[in-house]
């Protein structure tokens, strides 16, 4: 497969409260897509849960390019929890970014 094949490609409608908080963590103008895919590694790497299944929004739609790896990663959520690829991903970067603001929060208080 090349790097530009759409099987390794994932179509994402970000909720923009979830967007928001994404660009807010980075202070480099990085694009969205890498965002989106570093904070999902970091999610898969920290064996995050969550409890609410967060859907797609109706923002403009990106191109998240997943491993093979990525990919087999995110079957054991996607079969587990009985959701599509997208609400996983969605759903594991929203539990991720939330655990880094309440430790943010813990350490401040």
């Known amino acids: 497969m090349s790097r530009r094949d759409a099987r390794k490609a994932l179509v994402l409608g970000l909720p923009e409260p979830l967007r928001k908080a994404l660009v807010r963590q980075s202070v480099a103008h990085v694009p969205l897509a890498y965002l989106v895919r570093q ?16 859907s797609s929004g109706d923002r403009r739609p990106i191109l998240v390019q997943l491993s093979c790896e990525e990919r087999a990663r995110l079957e054991m959520w996607i079969s587990s929890r ?3 690829e997208e609400e996983a991903v969605l759903s594991l970067i929203s539990a991720l970014l939330d655990e880094e603001a309440t430790a943010t929060d813990t350490k401040k208080g």
Not at 42 to 50: C, V
């Open 39 to 54: 904070t999902l590694r970091r999610a898969l790497d920290a064996g995050i849960g969550w409890e609410k299944t967060v």
């Open 82 to 84: 009985k959701v599509s």
